[in-house]
């Protein structure tokens, strides 16, 4: 009865090439719900905290699910940056900030909320001939904090930007990030004063914010085994003007006032390389597990780094800098005992950004994702499919178990392949959730 639905629901979304965003919102909303109960209906409690603020100066926001587990999961969302009017104001759209009017009191009842995140929901939502797997985070207490400051939750200045186009009034601009996740981090420690395991994780800007606030966090709550999850948000060496990321982070140190965060971490972190934050937490939480993932063809979190700042800026342009910038990325995490990577090529979802949400369908990874070798290889299931997994094939799922609960160590940097373009169930899957989520 449930793919019966599914069918007539997904039938209706297809067909209407001209669906808003809304709608199809709407209707991803029920294909999760009548397929698996995708989203959460969690007991959320909302917490308001004296002197932390949206960038538009309301009252900010987070929620808190107490379940009594011993583990914690502390969760950063992500949704684009800001430092100038278009950016802040909402005007800029995807790359621009997220919430730029603030969180809602019913925020976690709302669609980003209840369904963006299978680590926050405890279970992979599964979608047809997938299963629902519960995943590591299942039952676990959850600190997740809305992202409505522009500045990946760690910024620290009050900013007024001027429109360009002369039609709006200056905007006046709170990049208080840092305030509000610094007091987020007292009261989780007050709140759950003995924490076993905890998990600090977001994607894209709350990915960036995984590995930027990761010292303050740890040492706040101070748990006795920390994991940093880092999806899609990558902080790049960039010692010099030679790197590509170097323009991106001395646009952020100005505008979010960063040198007055960072001037607060240990020496293991050179204030003139952000990249060097992988190597603090590396080294100064040496029974920790630390990881990166994210797609080798993001074209999403690969603009806002480079479009703006680099010439030329042609999407195969962009995607080249990004490969660079990971390659590296990969030799610096290589260095260190307890640090993963786990990086597929690409889905056709959210422009191959955040190998963690929504569903883990096409968030696998295999280190010898190949063409087929031979002839009648091309008559295994599913038909059509000319790539083939090598080696081990590790599903999202997997790589959680194997970082989380066992400890381990694992390096997967998948090669150029076209396995997901070729999955039939894919081809299904991801125009639905592309129209949700508006594009």
């Keep these: 009865m449930k793919r019966a639905l599914f069918l007539a629901l997904s039938a209706s979304l297809v067909s209407s090439g001209a669906a808003s965003s809304a709608s199809a919102e709407t209707l991803l909303e029920g294909i999760l719900d009548i397929l698996v109960d995708g989203g959460n209906d969690f007991d959320w409690q909302r917490v308001e905290l004296p002197g932390t603020v949206c960038g538009n100066g309301s009252q900010y926001k987070f929620f808190v699910h107490d379940t009594g587990s011993p583990n ?171 790197f590509l990321s170097r323009s991106l982070h001395d646009q952020i140190r100005e505008s979010w006032d960063l040198d007055s965060v960072f001037s607060e971490l240990p020496a293991s972190f050179d204030t003139d390389d952000f990249g060097t934050i992988n190597r603090m937490v590396a080294a100064e939480f040496p029974g920790d597990q630390i990881a990166y993932t994210g797609y080798s063809e993001d074209y999403n979190y690969s603009r806002f780094s480079y479009e703006r700042f680099l010439t030329p800026n042609d999407k195969e342009s962009v995607l080249s800098y990004w490969h660079e910038d ?34 883990f369908i096409g968030s696998h990874a295999c280190q010898r994702m190949e063409e087929k070798h031979h002839w009648w290889e091309y008559l295994e299931w599913p038909l059509g499919q000319g790539y083939k997994c090598y080696s081990e094939f590790v599903p999202m799922e997997t ?26 169930g894919m081809s299904i899957v991801a125009p639905l959730i592309g129209a949700a989520l508006g594009g």
């Design 326 to 359: 990971t390659d590296n990325f990969v030799a610096e995490l290589e260095q260190y005992d307890n640090a993963s990577y786990f990086i597929p090529w690409h889905r056709p979802i959210n422009s191959s950004h955040c190998s963690t949400i929504i569903t």
């Design 399 to 424: 790589f959680l178990e194997r970082f989380v609960n066992e400890d381990r160590r694992v390096r997967i940097y998948e090669p150029e392949n076209e396995y997901n373009n070729q999955d039939p």
């Design 72 to 242: 914690l999961l502390f969760f950063f969302e992500g949704g684009g940056a800001c430092w100038d009017y278009d950016t802040c104001s909402g005007r800029a759209g995807v790359l621009g900030a997220a919430n730029p009017n603030g969180i809602s009191d019913d925020y976690m009842d709302q669609f980003t909320a209840k369904y963006v995140s299978p680590i926050v929901n405890g279970a992979d939502p599964g979608l047809p001939l997938r299963s629902r797997t519960d995943l590591v985070t299942n039952g676990w207490n959850i600190v997740y904090m809305p992202y409505c400051t522009g500045d990946v939750h760690i910024g620290n200045r009050s900013a007024t930007y001027v429109d360009p186009t002369g039609q709006e009034p200056p905007l006046s601009w709170v990049h208080s990030g840092y305030t509000n996740t610094l007091a987020a981090a007292n009261y989780a420690r007050d709140r759950f004063p003995q924490v076993n395991k905890m998990l600090v994780t977001g994607f894209s800007a709350g990915g960036t914010a995984t590995s930027s606030a990761y010292y303050f966090l740890r040492t706040i709550i101070d748990p006795v085994k920390g994991y940093l999850l880092n999806d899609s948000g990558p902080i790049y060496p960039a010692p010099n003007g030679d």
